[in-house]
């Protein structure tokens, strides 16, 4: 079966600090991949999506920056992070190509301060 | 503008009564239709996938999709606390290459 693992479960970090998150999926093989932001009593933010390894697609300009530098493997960084980078981070994958669901990882709460 | 619209709630039940989910979506061209379950500070679960008119049972869940009302909807029988979480829809459409776009949920609350 499939399963996706995302790590840091929690993060606090400092204004103008790096990040990196990273996400990575077993079981299946070039799957399309996913970054969202959830602020705190809010829906989902899609951030970037990824359809094969180096192609990434930007849905919202901002400081943040993702990269698939294998099939299975998702990176969300940034170079300064701002205040309003704060959130619930979730990684998902879906099969590709088809409209099949999402599915999440277990997320990353990051804390700016 | 593709939009997926939710009542924000809350919806409060009672236990054992059935809760009722509405989700309505904007673009006529969707072909797939979800249901996710969140919990408080935990990541969406998927629990209910529709792809063709009318309804699908599976357990306490029923999906209802009406694609010519572009509606789609969550019943839950037997409500039970455990059940009090944010319900998202979600709904697929393809514009050159699939998109998903989530709804802002439905927060459910099982009294006791």
């Known amino acids: 079966s499939q399963t996706i693992h995302q790590w840091p479960a929690t993060l606090v970090q400092p204004v103008g600090s790096p990040l990196s998150l990273e996400c990575t999926v077993e079981?299946?093989?070039?799957?399309?991949l996913y970054w969202y932001r959830q602020a705190a009593g809010r829906g989902l933010q899609l951030l970037f999506y990824?359809?094969?390894?180096?192609?990434i697609s930007s849905e919202v300009p901002q400081n943040l920056s993702a990269s698939r530098p294998q099939d299975r493997q998702f990176i969300l960084s940034s170079k300064k992070l701002l205040l309003s980078d704060s959130g619930f981070y979730l990684c998902a994958w879906s099969g590709g190509p088809s409209n099949q669901p999402q599915h999440f990882g277990d997320g990353t709460r990051l804390s700016i301060l | 503008q593709k939009e997926v619209e939710q009542n924000s709630g809350p919806l409060s039940v009672p236990e054992g009564a059935i809760a009722s989910l509405n989700c309505t979506y904007s673009d006529r061209g969707s072909q797939s239709f979800f249901w996710y379950r969140q919990y408080s500070g935990k990541s969406p679960e998927l629990i209910m996938s529709?792809?063709?008119?009318g309804d699908k049972e599976d357990g306490r869940f029923t999906a209802q999709l009406n694609k010519a009302s572009q509606y789609v909807s969550l019943l839950i029988r037997d409500s039970q606390p455990s059940d009090s979480a944010t319900y998202l829809c979600a709904v697929t459409a393809y514009t050159g290459g699939f998109k998903t776009i989530f709804g802002a949920g439905t927060r459910l609350f099982v009294k006791a």
């Open positions: 529709i792809y063709s008119n």
């Open positions: 079981g299946t093989s070039n799957p399309n």
């Open positions: 990824s359809v094969g390894i180096g192609q």
